[in-house]
């Protein structure tokens, strides 16, 4: 009887082992809160101070300020916060001492490049396209694209304080849309079948951000028309 309770008990835990080094794979994205909680349940508060991060080196995030009062984007190892300042101008400030309700982030040490077919011109080409080529890959994933944007449209959001939110349509009360023309820029995307309304919207694989090359304007992205700006894709190498 002993035997067979320690036979079992091996067995429990070689799987056990099994299991958690399937989990610990490279680039595993970390999801933080959930967007239909700040959408329908209005839980505009911090879930994750970014300065916690243990690991800065080579990472990425995407994601709203607390009370959603802004836009988070960390590239590189460097963070980004983007707040309105008029209908026109934006601030953007490197800073880690932010918070967000929701936010997913990732390290990529390295990166697989290729060139972004001439054919793939919009979001909704995009995600088809990035859909079709990583039928194969770990999902879900972070992927970032570089070069000359010739037009897009972001935005901030910038909910009046002291709003109470139970729909989208007054998450975005406030918000404030900009456009983007023939500048060089850099999109960190978040990609996944299975997170929308949790870290994309219903309608979408996709949540991006879009910061110029100057750092002087970062959003979330809405609409691209890339053009014929020589843009280079990134996914993260297996």
Avoid at 68 to 87: C, I, N, Q
Avoid at 217 to 226: A, P, S, T, Y
């Amino acid at each position: 009887m002993k035997n067979i309770i320690l036979i079992n008990s091996i067995i429990i835990l070689l799987i056990t082992s099994c299991n958690t080094n399937t989990k610990l794979t490279k680039n595993d994205i970390k999801i933080i809160g959930e967007m239909k909680n700040v959408m329908w349940k209005g839980q505009l508060y911090g879930s994750i101070n970014l300065d916690t991060i243990a690991n800065k080196e080579n990472l990425y995030g995407l994601g709203p300020v607390e009370y959603l009062s802004g836009e988070l984007m960390v590239f590189d190892g460097k963070a980004y916060k983007s707040t309105v300042l008029t209908p026109t101008t934006m601030k953007v400030e490197e800073t880690y001492k932010t918070k967000a309700p929701f936010f997913g982030y990732v390290n990529i040490n390295k990166w697989k490049e290729q060139d972004l077919p001439d054919s793939i011109q919009s979001i909704s080409q995009l995600e088809t396209y990035l859909d079709k080529i990583t039928k194969s890959v770990k999902r879900p994933f972070m992927f970032k694209l570089s070069g000359v944007v010739e037009t897009a449209k972001i935005h901030i959001v910038n909910l009046p304080k002291g709003s109470k939110v139970s729909s989208p349509d007054e998450a975005h009360q406030g918000q404030i849309n900009y456009d983007i023309i023939n500048q060089q820029a850099d999109i960190l995307g978040f990609f996944s079948t299975e997170h929308k309304a949790i870290f994309t919207h219903h309608d979408t694989f996709l949540h991006m951000h879009l910061l110029t090359k100057d750092k002087t304007k970062m959003g979330h992205l809405d609409n691209v028309f890339f053009g014929n700006g020589n843009i280079k894709l990134y996914l993260p190498e297996k």
